[in-house]
């Protein structure tokens, strides 16, 4: 199995926040500038939480992260 796994740079922010609004459009400039890299915008105020891990629990985290991958192995066949 092989999966193509990118660097991902995510900008989380909410519409009422000045310094977001601010840093938006460079943002936007550098997701274009640099095609190479995923950059997402996420609006913490719209984030639907699919998942939750509450403490830091490695087997729980590792069950998490087994789950998302076979997920996506799962979707790409």
Known sequence: ??????Q???NFSASWCGPC???APFYSELSH???VLMFL????D????????????K?????????IVNSV?????
């Open 8 to 10: 991902v740079v995510a």
């Open 21 to 23: 609004r601010v840093i």
């Open 59 to 67: 087997s729980d985290l590792q069950k998490k992260a087994t789950a």
């Open 41 to 44: 915008f996420v609006d913490v």
């Open 33 to 35: 500038k640099y095609p």
């Open 46 to 57: 719209e984030l639907t939480q699919v998942e939750k891990l509450v403490r830091a629990n």
């Open 1 to 6: 199995m092989v999966l193509d796994l990118q």
């Open 73 to 77: 192995a799962t979707s790409q066949k």
